[in-house]
């Protein structure tokens, strides 16, 4: 029997419409698999674009850039306020500095879309401030992405959502006010495709403190597709997240964590990533529907159930006891439960020892 409840939680839970490209994404989708580049190219052109050939060879459905240089996402200040702290990857730097070191060069951006394109790869980005989404709408990215410290920016994401393209917004350290101001700026704009992103904002964030147990109650209080944006360094996380709901999954992949740069200690190699896509996908099919009864490859084993057989020879007349009639495997005697209503009944003939007890053999 099956059951599909209109409110169920998990990935069976109904959501609006979501799409990029021609690719749904929601409840009944395969989910959708983002490969962030970010920093990871370390300013070698060749070397985006094997992180690009390498995120289509592991199962990815799409490539994330971010689109921003660092006097378009701070200014160059050593005051205290643009210095690093707080026990990050990047204490001591100035925002500006780190920004210079991690950010993709523009030029490089359009040609990137093309290389992914080519291999069947979405491509789209974060732009972090208007001229970025001037840019990517020259480049005709299919979607965007709005970054967790960017939830704030509420006149970035009427910009962007005024583009009409489909939004994905990762929620790292918001409240539900400001997911409900980032969300409803974005629908008061015009935006129609619109979701959110689990995402813990540490890098590199620890099992503990993902809290993936409010991807439903984000699905359910936002009426909006929800995914997770994973910046821990286990597959087990983005697995666990999609038998909670999530349909996308965006996880930062890298050549070589040996090779040292911004993101490169919360990113998985090529291999890692793989294994998460393999795994994601089992954990898809795994899911399923809300099902009682045998499933279609059980019908096979429902003769191995237990039923009643007579398991010791009886003779014509003989009363049936304890002794000579057992519940036992397989199934092809009485039901169990006809036990104690045949006990103390005499059979109506000689009765072998391995026969399945049946009405039609007692008085």
């Not at 052109?45 to 490539?63: L, Y």
């Not at 732009?127 to 990517?136: C, E, H, Q, Y």
């Amino acid at each position: 029997m099956k059951v599909n409840p209109p409110n169920s939680v998990g990935a069976t839970q109904a959501m609006p419409e979501f799409a990029i490209n021609a690719r749904k994404i929601g409840s009944g989708h395969p989910v959708y698999i983002i490969a962030e580049l970010s920093a990871n190219h370390h300013q070698d052109f060749e070397q985006a674009v094997q992180i690009i050939r390498a995120a289509r060879d592991a199962g990815a459905d799409a490539v994330k850039l971010q689109t921003y240089t660092p006097d378009t996402i701070t200014i160059r200040s050593d005051r205290e306020y643009f210095r690093v702290s707080g026990g990050t990857l990047w204490d001591g730097k100035t925002l500006y500095d780190l920004y210079g070191e991690a950010y993709t060069p523009w030029e490089w951006q359009p040609k990137l879309k093309q290389a992914a394109n080519e291999i069947g790869l979405d491509l789209f980005s974060s732009p972090f401030d208007p001229t970025s989404v001037d840019f990517l709408e020259q480049m005709n990215v299919p979607a965007y992405k709005v970054a967790s410290f960017e939830l704030v920016d509420i006149p970035l994401i009427e910009k962007i959502a005024r583009t009409g393209k489909p939004i994905i917004m990762s929620t790292g350290m918001a409240t539900t006010d400001e997911i409900d101001e980032a969300l409803g700026t974005a629908r008061g704009a015009g935006a129609t495709h619109v979701a959110l992103l689990k995402c813990t904002s540490a890098y590199p964030s620890q099992p503990e403190d993902m809290n993936l147990r409010t991807i439903p109650e984000m699905i359910r209080r936002f009426n909006a597709p929800v995914g997770l944006s994973d910046h821990s360094s286990e597959i087990a996380v983005p697995v666990a997240a999609v038998s909670l709901g999530a349909c996308i999954i965006e996880k930062h992949l890298t050549l070589s964590r040996a090779v040292k740069g911004p993101d490169s200690a919360f990113s998985l190699e090529p291999d890692e990533f793989k294994a998460m896509v393999s795994a994601v996908r089992v954990a898809e099919k795994a899911l399923g529907h809300v099902h009682f009864g045998a499933g279609a490859h059980e019908e096979s084993s429902r003769v191995f159930r237990r039923s009643l057989f007579i398991v010791k020879d009886v003779k014509c007349g003989e009363e049936l006891t304890t002794i000579n009639v057992r519940s036992i495997r397989p199934g092809h005697g009485l039901h169990t439960r006809y036990l104690k209503d045949i006990i103390g009944k005499r059979v109506k003939r000689d009765i072998e020892q391995g026969t399945p007890l049946s009405w039609d053999l007692v008085e």
